[in-house]
């Protein structure tokens, strides 16, 4: 009963933490993940900064998150539709 809004929740999570640089940089400095190293790089080289390169590391950035979403948004949209659904 509970997995379809478990699923959902799950799903939506892992694209978060994906995207999460904070607590990497907080808790973590030792293992610097994609989202975390391009904003360090934005920051240590705030007035040469190689912007093809920077946004090429952006648009990689995106794509785990954006191909979750797009092999699961049925999934998502279907529970998402069921949890507003009365009675």
Same mark, same amino acid.
């Given at each position: 009963?509970? *997995?379809?809004?478990?699923?959902?929740?799950?799903?939506?999570?892992?694209?978060?933490? *994906?995207?999460?640089?904070?607590?990497?940089?907080?808790?973590?400095?030792? =293992?610097?993940?994609?989202?975390?190293?391009?904003?360090? =790089?934005?920051?240590?080289?705030?007035?040469?900064?190689? =912007?093809? @390169? =920077?946004?090429?590391?952006?648009?990689?950035?995106?794509?785990?998150?954006?191909?979750?979403?797009?092999?699961?948004?049925?999934?998502?949209?279907?529970? @998402?539709?069921?949890?507003?659904?009365?009675?």
């Amino acid at each position: 009963l509970a *997995w379809p809004c478990l699923s959902s929740l799950l799903i939506l999570m892992l694209i978060e933490g *994906w995207n999460d640089y904070a607590m990497v940089l907080y808790y973590m400095p030792k =293992y610097v993940t994609v989202p975390t190293g391009l904003y360090l =790089y934005s920051e240590t080289a705030k007035f040469n900064i190689n =912007y093809p @390169v =920077y946004f090429a590391g952006i648009i990689l950035m995106c794509i785990p998150s954006v191909l979750l979403y797009v092999f699961t948004q049925s999934k998502i949209l279907n529970n @998402v539709a069921m949890g507003g659904i009365k009675g």
